[in-house]
Each structure stands twice: as C-alpha cells, then as structure tokens.
T-cell receptor, first 112, second 108 residues
Framework: ETGVTQTPRHLVMGMTNKKSLKCEQHLGHNAMYWYKQSAKKPLELMFVYSLEERVENNSVPSRFSPECPNSSHLFLHLHTLQPEDSALYLC???????????FGSGTRLTVV | GQSLEQPSEVTAVEGAIVQINCTYQTSGFYGLSWYQQHDGGAPTFLSYNALDGLEETGRFSSFLSRSDSYGYLLLQELQMKDSASYFCARRAGNMLTFGGGTRLMVKP
C-alpha cells in the first residue's frame, strides 16, 4: 500500500446510526487532516492533527468526532448525522517543511 | 478572512493556453498552492509559490504576486486529460484553505 488510503469508499447511513471513517497514510508524514467536500462549495477543513496536537474548525458540529491514535491512522466517528452532512470526506497528510498535501480518494457519505 | 476567489468555470480547446486566476486574503499568508482534481478522484498537488514570481513544472506554471494578493495557474499545450477542477489553496502555518475550484473543460 502506498499513499493515503481511505475506507470505506462509499457509505450510506441513517440519521440514527453510528459509523466511522478510516484513513491510513504510508508516507511517514507527521500531520493528518479531515476535509469535507460538498457540491458547489470549497473544501472545508474540519480537523488537523499535527505532531499529535489537534486543531479543529470551530464550526464543525459535535456529531463529528476525530481520533488519531498514531501518526499513520486517522478516524472520523459519525453519530446522529443530518442529510446535509452528505458529502465527500477527504483525508490528507503532509510533512512539516514540505508544501504539498497528499489526499486519499475520499469516502462518499450519504445520510438518509 | 480566509477566502479565496477563482472563476467557477473555464473552457478552452486542445493545444491552447489557459490561465486560471486566484485572489486571496492576506491575513497570515505563507504561500499559494494549486491542486488538480479529476471527477471522482483525489486532489493532487501541482505547485506551491511562497515568493513572487513564476514557477514552471513542465506544461504547468504558477505565478504569485504577494503585493497584489494574486496568483495564477498557467496550463500550456492543453490536452483532453487536463479537463478537471483546479483549486488554489492558501497556506497559513500547517493549514490549507481552499478556493471554490475552477472547472476546466478542454474541447477538441
């Protein structure tokens, strides 16, 4: 495996469900990110884990909860989501001192 | 503020040159990045400008003017495979804030 891997690729969940998105990076990077990509909107930064410190966008609802157990793995726990949370959720990683982020292919989430 | 402005859509023909502009707000600005995203794919890093001037990487070049809070991505010798969305992204510290993206359609 190389790069940034996200699972699952597609997820359909009801508003009362609990699910988790998983991201794994095989690049030795020291920072990982969750972004939300909705139609007709810019990519929205949700959470940053950098050198084991968490930074979050204060506008992200508490029904999204990140977890970063180590520098290679990142999770996004989802509970009681709303239909407007349907979007592509992208994970990315980077290394301090380098300029580019490496993105995963995303999880396409549909909330019904 | 954090916002970036770029055109929503650009159309060009194969073999042509196209320029995608981006203006940004300057608070805490470190540099400007460009990403390409094909439909259904992951955004991929194209270039980064921290200083004024032009950076060239093959058919793609990126320009930055910090005094004008402005940059652009220049794509030369357009190919059909260049049809994609292109995002400028403002770097502040270790975080990137993205523009809304420009959808480039290349026609034969």
């Amino acid at each position: 495996e190389t790069g940034v891997t996200q699972t699952p690729r597609h997820l359909v969940m009801g508003m009362t469900n609990k699910k988790s998105l998983k991201c794994e990076q095989h690049l030795g990077h020291n920072a990982m990110y969750w972004y939300k990509q909705s139609a007709k909107k810019p990519l929205e930064l949700m959470f940053v884990y950098s050198l084991e410190e968490r930074v979050e966008n204060n506008s992200v609802p508490s029904r999204f909860s990140p977890e970063c157990p180590n520098s290679s793995h990142l999770f996004l726990h989802l509970h009681t989501l709303q239909p407007e949370d349907s979007a592509l959720y992208l994970c990315a990683s980077s290394q301090t001192g380098e300029y580019g982020y490496t993105f995963g292919s995303g999880t396409r989430l549909t909330v019904v | 503020g954090q916002s970036l402005e770029q055109p929503s859509e650009v159309t060009a023909v194969e073999g042509a040159i196209v320029q995608i502009n981006c203006t940004y707000q300057t608070s805490g600005f470190y540099g400007l990045s460009w990403y390409q995203q094909h439909d259904g794919g992951a955004p991929t890093f194209l270039s980064y400008n921290a200083l004024d001037g032009l950076e060239e990487t093959g058919r793609f070049s990126s320009f930055l003017s910090r005094s004008d809070s402005y940059g652009y991505l220049l794509l030369q010798e357009l190919q059909m495979k260049d049809s994609a969305s292109y995002f400028c992204a403002r770097r502040a510290g270790n975080m990137l804030t993205f523009g809304g993206g420009t959808r480039l359609m290349v026609k034969p």
